[in-house]
């Protein structure tokens, strides 16, 4: 028997939860369906296996529902990679931030993306085999997520009636370059996409057509969040929580803490960024996760950098600054 079932679950004022499994380690990612009238929104789509498509379809089918609207936080395939797929199955419009339909766009496996990531992770000493590994699972992986067609893009700041709730759209860089959270200040949820995870931190990561200091980035987006009255977070992956700022304060003491360890390594001898990802992460991760251990120790690498607490010597060696 699966752990999945086809119920809806009610998690916050007009906002009800599917899980839909993902062949990736979070296990499932959360569809949130918003509304139960005559326009109902889908926020994310899930990631393209069987089970996934058809426990979504029951889903729908069991509560009567029919989405006129597909609302996809960020272009990452467990979360965008259903999307085409459903809004012709469903006849409904997906609506996405550009720039992240852009990054959905660059991804695709034959894009020049790929040579560029697996040249950054060359130069910073990941070997060449494994580079390949890396890039081969990477392009696997979006392989069956093509970019869907945008009806409508959203922006920052906009209210969109969505559902039979007004929802106000937060745009947090950070996690992806152009990321949306959906506030309803009514009942103080949030709906958090990949920004705000319980249990695990979302992965920042340096990828060659994004932001060159996303961390940065994250960092802004958490703080600019702050003030908000947020009573419940309903995000991608896990169970929603009632916790909000004790979160953001977790996030931002990982980020602080993650960047002292980085340059107490260095202070034990010059590394390169695979030999600093592999001193933080281990070297046993599978291809699928050294993508996102590598891409994270870029990211702040290249924070610290940019603001002169170390140096990338010729020789690809990043030193700690004195
Ligand atoms: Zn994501």
């Known amino acids: 028997m699966t752990e999945f079932g086809p119920e809806l679950e009610a998690v916050a004022p007009g906002v009800r939860r599917l899980r839909l499994p993902i062949p ?49 936080t960020h272009a990452h395939p467990d979360h965008f990679g259903l999307a085409a797929e459903l809004a012709g199955e469903l006849g409904c419009e997906v609506w ?46 979006w392989a069956v997520t093509p970019p869907p067609r945008v009806s409508r893009f959203v922006r920052a700041d906009e209210e969109l009636e969505l559902g039979g709730r007004r929802w106000r759209v937060l745009v947090t860089p950070g996690h992806a370059p152009a990321h949306v959270c959906l506030f309803d200040p009514d009942s103080q949820t ?17 990828w060659p057509t994004g932001s060159e200091d996303p961390l940065d980035d994250f960092l802004r987006s958490l703080a600019a969040l702050r003030p908000l009255p947020v009573r419940r977070v309903l995000p991608g992956h896990g169970d929603p929580y009632d916790t909000f700022q004790g979160r953001v304060q977790e996030l931002l003491d990982h980020h602080r803490q993650r960047l002292q360890a980085i340059l107490q390594t260095l202070r034990g001898g010059p590394r390169t960024a695979y030999g600093v990802c592999t001193a933080l992460f281990g070297d046993g991760l599978d291809s699928h996760n050294v993508r996102f251990a590598m891409v994270e120790t870029l990211s702040h690498l290249a924070y610290l950098e940019r603001r002169g607490r170390l140096q990338r010597g010729e020789d690809g060696l990043y030193r700690a600054s004195h």
């Open 24 to 72: 990736f380690p979070m296990r499932w990612v959360n569809v949130y369906v918003l509304g139960d009238g005559a326009t109902p929104t889908l926020v994310d789509a899930g990631y393209p296996v069987p089970e996934a498509r058809s426990l979504l379809l029951e889903a729908l089918h069991r509560a009567g529902l029919r989405p006129e609207i597909l609302l996809v």
């Open 190 to 206: 949030l709906l958090a996409g990949d920004h705000l995870l319980p249990r695990i931190t979302p992965n920042i990561g340096l």
């Open 96 to 141: 996405m931030e550009s720039r992240e339909l852009e990054a959905a766009q660059s991804y695709q496996p034959a894009s020049s993306t790929w040579g560029l990531l697996a040249a950054q992770f060359e130069q910073g000493g990941m070997p060449p085999d494994r580079v390949e590994d890396v890039i081969r699972t990477g392009q696997h992986t």
